[in-house]
């Protein structure tokens, strides 16, 4: 695939296309099977081809897609309340994308203020090696500057404060500040988990500056860390959250939910969106919830990250000399190389496997909810081979040749 593309150039693709995919397995367009323990980005979280979901996809298919939101949406109803009983929450909003429900949340919080009769109360404090997506505002709250420059004047009111730094958040917050936004578990920023400690820290903060807080849960969010939402393991809640990725399944959809009181300042025509919540999505939707709500689900996500964990944690082991740790919660991990982590994410690639790059030269494994036992011991060996044949390339032997 050399020839030039008629695409934009924004992104440095694999040679690699895949044509079909059932459970965790993606078959490519030679017929050739890959295990993809990135799922997408953390999206296809039930894997590929899920039964429920394609039936529910076809079914809603041949009946209505679209029909906007100048009309009552019974299915959009439906899934908010489930996330409301679910969660926190007292009021959802769909989208079609995490940066989409990102922009609600950052709407929802400067509005709660404004309502309130605090309209320059509008900053918005967020973490270095956050990322919240690639709309203007999500870059200027993410604040990474590779993804600012060229764009002109950055969406004024983010401040950014050092990851796990209480004396630097305290010091930034102002007159003008309306929330705390932060990812529980960064992603992209290379599956970094918050402390606990710090999330409830946080919490007592807000309520004690009148600050929302907001989390971000489009990475971690929906079973990824073997709760429905990665707070949870907190003990605390936000006033204000936004989910995407897995909440479609790998169709697109996205939502910010928050308590009636931060949604105060949502009122009648203030925002929207012609997509978002769209039947075609919130069976899909729905479907999602089914599974990941069934009683147990949650459970066996944590016993195979369990699993997955001490098995990589001894692939670390046995090669000092490509990966430094393992870390992460659930089945949200992230192997933190010595050697450059592109190098680890193409030998597996040639291995067969999918995983995905992120900031601090970490390579994230995020398998499906939904991986057997069999793809976890697959994923082990390929990555163990992998780290093999990256330390033979330079030279040097594995620590030891103890087997898998
Ligand atoms: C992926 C991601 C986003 C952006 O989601 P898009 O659907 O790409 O707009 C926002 N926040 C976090 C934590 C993410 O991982």
């Not at 690639?349 to 494994?365: C, D, F, K, Q, S």
Request: aromatic share 8%; hydrophobic share 40%.
């Amino acid at each position: 695939m050399n020839e030039p593309s008629p695409l934009f150039e924004t992104y440095a693709r694999a040679d690699i296309a895949f044509d079909r995919g059932e459970g965790s397995w993606l078959v490519d367009t030679r017929g050739e099977r890959y295990l993809d323990f990135g799922g997408g980005i953390a999206v296809s979280a039930l894997g590929h081809a899920h039964p429920h979901l394609v039936e529910t996809l076809r079914e809603q298919a041949g009946k209505l897609w679209h029909t906007s939101n100048l009309y009552e949406v019974p299915e959009q109803r439906r899934l908010a309340q489930r996330l409301v009983d679910a969660t926190f929450a007292d009021k959802v909003f769909f989208t079609n994308s995490g940066a989409e429900a990102l922009e609600c949340a950052i709407k929802t919080a400067r509005r709660y203020h404004y309502a309130g009769g605090h309209p320059e109360r509008f900053r918005i404090v967020t973490f270095e090696g956050a990322f919240h997506g690639r709309t203007l505002a999500t870059i200027a709250a993410g604040g990474q500057p590779k993804y600012l420059e060229g764009f002109g004047p950055k969406v004024e009111g983010f401040d950014q404060v050092p990851f796990n730094d209480m004396d630097a958040l305290e010091a930034a917050i102002t007159e003008e500040t309306a929330a705390i936004l932060i990812e529980p578990v960064q992603g992209e920023g290379g599956i970094r988990p918050v402390p606990l400690q710090f999330l409830r820290d946080l919490r007592a903060l807000c309520d004690d500056k009148g600050l929302l807080l907001i989390f971000d849960e489009v990475q971690c969010g929906m079973g990824r860390t073997g709760k429905l939402f990665a707070h949870e393991w907190a003990g605390v809640t936000p006033d204000i959250m936004a989910v995407a990725k897995a909440i479609g399944g790998g169709f697109p959809m996205g939502a910010c939910l928050a308590t009636e009181e931060a949604a105060r300042g949502m009122v009648p025509g203030v925002h929207g969106t012609t997509y978002g919540g769209n039947p075609l999505a919130m069976a899909v939707g729905n479907a999602v919830l089914d599974v990941v709500l069934e009683e147990g689900f949650l459970e066996t996500v944590r016993d195979k990250a369990l699993r997955l964990k001490q098995g990589l944690a001894s692939i670390v082991d046995r090669h000092p000399d490509v990966f430094a740790e393992v870390r992460g919660e659930g089945l949200m991990l992230g192997l933190k190389c010595v050697v450059p982590n592109g190098e680890v994410v193409n030998e597996l690639y040639a291995n067969h496997m999918l995983t995905v790059p992120a900031g601090e030269n970490v390579v994230r494994i995020l398998p499906p909810l939904t991986a057997s036992d069999e793809d976890i011991s697959i994923a082990l060996e390929r990555i163990d081979a992998a780290a093999t044949a990256v330390s033979a390339r330079r030279g040097k032997e594995p620590s030891d040749n103890e087997e898998l």
